[in-house]
């Protein structure tokens, strides 16, 4: 069965760090593109980053650049968001996805061949 499985959310204070996990089972995700959603309440949902499987090619939305990292372990067939210096506006489910680039690291989600369940990130005092 493929799957991408999203761990590591919580809930945080402004200003401090969480780091997502994407699993990826049934398949390797080698030949895809891997990358983050998010979707706020009442928000339609957005792309927050996305990563090749060399590492080599990443993108980043304007909102989250400076204070998020992607990072791919093909060994472990896990892709990572390191988020820094979180603020309320953060809030969200974040989806993991995989696809090619049109659909993973724009907006045509009918690029996108897989998404997980997602998991829930709380940035709150």
């Not at 069965?1 to 699993?23: F, H, K, Y």
Request: net charge neutral; with cysteine; hydrophobic share 30%.
């Amino acid at each position: 069965q493929l799957q991408l499985v999203e761990s590591g959310g919580g809930l945080v204070q402004p200003g401090g760090s969480l780091r997502l996990s994407c699993a990826a089972s049934g398949f390797t995700p080698d030949a895809y593109i891997i990358g983050w959603f998010r979707q706020a309440p009442g928000k339609e949902r957005e792309g927050v980053s996305c990563i090749g499987s060399s590492g080599r090619i990443t993108k980043y939305a304007d909102s989250v650049k400076g204070r998020f990292t992607i990072s791919i372990d093909n060994a472990k067939n896990t892709v990572y968001l390191q988020m820094n210096s979180l603020e309320p506006e953060d809030t969200a489910v974040y989806y993991c996805a995989a696809g090619d680039y049109s659909g993973v690291c724009g907006s045509n989600y009918s690029g996108v061949n897989y998404w997980g369940k997602g998991t829930l990130v709380t940035v709150s005092s």
